[in-house]
T-cell receptor, first 112, second 116 residues
Framework: GDSVTQMEGPVTLSEEAFLTINCTYTATGYPSLFWYVQYPGEGLQLLLKATKADDKGSNKGFEATYRKETTSFHLEKGSVQVSDSAVYFC???????????FGIGTKLQVIP | DAGVIQSPRHEVTEMGQEVTLRCKPISGHDYLFWYRQTMMRGLELLIY????????DSGMPEDRFSAKMPNASFSTLKIQPSEPRDSAVYFC??????????????FGNGTRLTVT
């Protein structure tokens, strides 16, 4: 079956540090890949997505590249801010099945 | 665009009581999903609908759980009877059916259920 593996959190960084959150996947088909962010007390919201190999999704300074050869979709940001503190979820969606499979989530805490 | 609307935001009930959670998806969206989030298990897909028809309910934990979508603008998730282990945050999400199935999910703010 389809699955998403994320690095365990929590991740604690100082403001302006570089962020990487690892994500790898297994899929029975050819998936679209997503990163969602969840702030306290809220639902998940889409951060970025990539729909085919070598695509790079980007938003609010975050980036992730769809690597088919390594089945990975790592999230990166060059300089994190306190406001980036949240839980980040990697997810995939396979055409024809419509299910979205989520990783366990990685909690990021950015300290001033 | 009002987004996905869930009610209530918080629900506290006693074991054995019936609980009904409600969801209004984004207008025009074809798919509706119910998820449950806990610290131990993360996000679990319970059931999803396409054009108001249940497509996959294999994630529904047991017969105590049921979900309906009587029309395109409303869905309910019911737990009867409720148990303490049902305590979790329940999310509703909706999405469009885009070519290539690339459409993201749009989530509501969730219902935090506590069963005592």
């Amino acid at each position: 079956g389809d699955s998403v593996t994320q690095m365990e959190g929590p991740v604690t960084l100082s403001e302006e540090a570089f962020l990487t959150i690892n994500c790898t996947y297994t899929a029975t088909g050819y998936p679209s890949l997503f990163w969602y962010v969840q702030y306290p007390g809220e639902g998940l919201q889409l951060l970025l997505k990539a729909t085919k190999a070598d695509d790079k999704g980007s938003n609010k300074g975050f980036e992730a590249t769809y690597r088919k050869e390594t089945t990975s979709f790592h999230l990166e940001k060059g300089s994190v801010q306190v406001s980036d503190s949240a839980v980040y979820f990697c997810a995939l969606r396979v055409g024809g099945y419509q299910k979205v499979t989520f990783g366990i989530g990685t909690k990021l805490q950015v300290i001033p | 665009d009002a987004g996905v609307i869930q009610s209530p935001r918080h629900e506290v009930t006693e074991m054995g009581q019936e609980v009904t959670l409600r969801c209004k998806p984004i207008s025009g969206h074809d798919y509706l999903f119910w998820y449950r989030q806990t610290m131990m298990r993360g996000l679990e897909l319970l059931i999803y609908f396409n054009n108001n028809v249940p497509i996959d309910d294999s994630g529904m934990p047991e017969d105590r759980f049921s979900a309906k979508m009587p029309n395109a603008s409303f869905s309910t998730l019911k737990i009867q009877p409720s148990e303490p282990r049902d305590s979790a945050v329940y999310f509703c999400a909706s999405s469009l059916r885009e070519v290539g199935f690339t459409s993201p999910l749009h989530f509501g703010n969730g219902t935090r259920l506590t069963v005592t």
